[in-house]
């Protein structure tokens, strides 16, 4: 039977709103889209009823479940009224689950559609691991910085899933990456890495109009951390790497173009769900039965990455997820040296960077690491700058700390 977990859904006589969370809402649906058109239901009356976000259920849907209920409105069913709204053990569930079948298997997780994780559609993508999916890799890092000791970098060597979904949401397409350890036992605490606008100053290196197919740059640029980055952290423990892929609008935080702008929570559910999926195609473990409920983040943003870090911490403000904070360089911009440091309530802040704070300059804070450019200089590739050595090399060492494990 299901469970409404946080509530009624709908809209109450058409206008008046009920709890509707967003997990629920994708039950309903779910439960509607089986059920055939004859019956009351969406199966075979067009496109599948979606869910919406928290307290915000879609017209389309509360129209959905107004029109199940006139199909089964006493004296023809047993349902009472017609209000286009689903109560917790009332009426209308129990008409939806006895019609979606007995047993019924629900969309998602184990069920008839597991690309659909808290409605929306997760597709692995990445060409590279339909195959034997596992690839080895190697690559630089930075061995622990001391102070006055010269710096030392090192092969960091793994096995990664290197896995690229495509995510279907609220009518919008977003590319997100998981770089997934095979040893990944624990699919709720996962690290997230935020690339650069991909608007430079000598012009952008990913374009807006390229990444509905994650083509040019979006492809040839930027996702190259997913690797570089993923490698690190899987050298140290098997833990997921999240890199988001976003457009330069995204650094708003309502823009279409931010896949955290509705939803957050539960698109974070969705894509280690979508991880987990995916590997138990490639390794002897159990896939998810349910969507998994993240429970520990650390967050890192490389360069101007740290407006789509403020714009996602801050969207997660009041959920306690976010453990810690880690900015790579962003002092390096003009603009930034100004500002105050940026922290999140309830994590721990850290900073690396080529710049050292002037008496005008707000003063470092503790959490603060500066390496200069001269020390950077004889290490990894020559014709690289320094600032790209930071975002590049830098996340092994300071992930050895790492307060998410």
């Known amino acids: 039977m299901t469970i409404l977990e946080d509530g009624p859904v709908g809209l109450r006589y058409g206008t008046t709103p009920v709890a509707s969370s967003a997990r629920d809402q994708a039950k309903i649906a779910a439960l509607l889209n089986r059920i055939g058109s004859a019956d009351g239901g969406q199966n075979g009356a067009g496109a599948p009823v979606q869910p919406g976000a928290d307290r915000k259920c879609p017209l389309r849907l509360a129209t959905a ?33 006895a019609l979606a079948g007995p047993g019924a298997t629900p969309i998602g997780p184990g069920g008839t559609d597991p690309d659909m994780i808290n409605g929306m559609t997760i597709t692995q993508m990445n060409r590279s691991a339909r195959g034997q999916m596992r690839e080895s890799m190697s690559g630089p890092a930075l061995l622990p910085v001391f102070p006055k000791m010269p710096l030392v970098i090192f092969t960091a060597r793994t096995m990664l899933f290197p896995l690229l ?82 457009p330069s609008p995204a650094y708003h935080a309502n823009s279409a173009f931010n896949v955290f702008a509705t939803r957050p929570v539960e698109t974070l559910n969705a894509i280690v769900t979508a991880t987990h999926r995916e590997m138990a195609k490639h390794l002897p473990i159990v896939p998810p039965a349910r969507p998994h409920q993240i429970a520990e983040l650390g967050v890192t943003s490389f360069s101007s990455g740290l407006g789509f870090m403020k714009m ?61 450019a001269e020390r950077l200089a004889p290490i990894g590739e020559p014709s690289e700058k320094a600032h790209a050595k930071l975002g590049f090399l830098t996340y092994h060492w300071m992930m050895l700390d790492s307060v998410v494990v």
């Open 312 to 372: 996602f911490t801050a969207q997660l403000a009041g959920t306690n997820l976010i453990r810690e904070t880690l900015d790579l360089d962003s002092k390096w911009i003009i603009p930034e040296r100004t500002k105050p440091w940026f922290r999140t309530t309830g994590a721990r802040a850290r900073w690396i960077s080529q710049w050292a704070p002037g008496k005008d300059n707000p003063p470092a804070p503790a959490g603060y690491t500066h390496i200069a």
């Open 65 to 97: 479940i107004k029109a199940f209920q006139l199909r089964w409105l006493a004296p023809k069913g047993d349902i009472r009224q017609a209000d286009g709204v689903v109560d917790p053990a009332g009426k209308t569930l129990t008409k939806l689950d």
């Open 165 to 246: 979904f495509k995510i279907e949401k609220d009518g919008h397409i977003y590319w997100v990456g998981v770089a997934a350890p095979p040893l990944t036992t624990n699919f709720t605490k996962a690290q997230i890495y935020f690339h650069p606008n991909p608007n430079q100053p000598g012009g952008p290196v990913a374009r807006e109009q390229d990444y509905p197919t994650f083509a040019g740059g979006w492809q040839d640029r930027l996702y190259r951390y997913l690797p570089s980055i993923g490698l690190q952290l899987a050298a140290i423990r098997p833990m997921l790497l999240i890199v988001p892929f976003m």
